[in-house]
């Protein structure tokens, strides 16, 4: 991908969160990276590295699969090449936001997740009520050839009272505003896989 392509593609997400509140891209990353960053994906829940995630965070986490099934891993840099280069494209996107929407964006996190066949996350909000710092979410996708009869859409509740249903196929990019866009992951007949990631402001405990 050229720089100049780069850059459009950044200042479209830019535009799309100022006036709709989420944006999706199909094409965010490089066909190779994404690949790379599916088998890396893979690789690791095949070693047990991915484990359940929780709902809630602290002391009050646990694990609610009823709630939400994925299994996660988190991101360190220093991961892969793969990783790294994906942490990068992320904070190309998080200057951006900066620069454009004056979010005063200081970092990213940001985890593998994988959700077996059949697995759900119910209708959320990634805020948690007692930390602001998530302020915009990011999720990439790493699945090729997903069909829509497959499933595993996640269902987008837009302001206007409407819905919108966006399939996990492989290199499209999701970014909405964390507080704002209540979302939920359908379930699917194949294993699907992404990144999830959360830009993050300057904050604290609420």
């Given at each position: 991908m050229s720089t100049s392509t780069h850059s459009a593609l950044l200042a479209r997400i830019?535009?799309?969160?100022?006036?709709?509140?989420?944006?999706?891209?199909p094409l965010f990353a490089p066909p190779l990276l994404t690949l790379e960053l599916a088998d890396e994906c893979r690789k690791r829940a095949a070693q047990g590295d991915l484990t359940?995630?929780?709902?809630?965070?602290?002391?009050?986490?646990e694990v609610r699969e009823g709630v939400r099934g994925d299994r996660i891993q988190w991101?360190?840099?220093?991961?892969?090449?793969?990783?790294?280069?994906?942490?990068?494209?992320?904070?190309?996107?998080r200057l951006a936001l900066n620069r454009e929407l004056y979010l005063g964006l200081e970092d990213c996190e940001c985890h593998f997740a994988l959700y077996p066949p059949g697995a759900f996350y119910q209708k959320h909000v990634d805020?948690?009520?007692d930390d602001d710092r998530r302020a915009v979410s990011a999720v990439f996708y790493l699945n090729p050839d997903w069909q829509p009869e497959q499933g595993g859409a996640l269902r987008l509740y837009?302001?206007?009272?409407?819905?919108?249903?966006?399939?996990?196929?492989?290199?499209?990019?999701?970014?909405?505003?964390?507080?704002?866009?209540p979302h939920e992951v359908l379930p699917a007949s194949r294993e699907r896989l992404s990144l999830t990631g959360w830009f993050r402001r300057r904050g604290g405990i609420l």
């Open positions: 830019v535009d799309d969160l100022a006036e709709h509140g989420w944006s999706l891209q359940p995630a929780g709902v809630g965070r602290g002391s009050s986490q991101l360190d840099a220093g991961f892969s090449p793969a990783c790294d280069r994906y942490l990068g494209l992320l904070d190309e996107l805020r948690f009520r837009l302001a206007d009272g409407t819905t919108r249903e966006v399939l996990p196929e492989a290199g499209s990019l999701l970014v909405f505003r964390s507080a704002d866009l």
